[in-house]
Nanobody, 124 residues
């Protein structure tokens, strides 16, 4: 059963923008804390951003702070990630994740459910 589905990835030139969305077909994640992670080829999956269930508490990795914005705008879209000023180092598969208990928002072990990922490729 697919609980989280990412969309919005693609190919973009450096300096451009993309908006990723994570939908939850058939199930509400309004009572979950949500996060975005990414994994580049040959690298570990790393934290990008997270938002709590109220939408009021957010965390960002230093590498994306000031360029990316996480939000949970409506019930249909569990979480979104607006990515601006993209650079080739942002190239990765991006995953959304949901946590029922948000002990350590930046750690992937915290999260209970994961999407299948969406590819983001930034070229210079």
């Amino acid at each position: 059963q697919v609980l989280l589905v990412e969309s919005g990835g693609g190919l973009v030139q450096a300096g451009g923008s993309l908006r990723l969305s994570c939908e939850s077909p058939g199930r509400s994640f309004s009572n979950y804390d949500m996060g975005w992670f990414r994994q580049a080829p040959g690298k570990e999956r790393e934290f990008v951003a997270a938002v709590d269930r109220t939408g009021n508490i957010v965390y960002y990795a230093d590498s994306v702070k000031g360029r990316f914005t996480i939000d949970r705008a409506n019930a249909k879209i569990a979480v979104s990630l607006q990515m601006n000023a993209l650079n080739p180092e942002d190239t990765a598969v991006y995953y959304c994740a949901a946590a029922s208990s948000w002990s350590f928002p930046t750690r992937k072990e915290t999260y209970d459910y994961w999407g299948q990922g969406t590819q983001v490729t930034v070229y210079s």
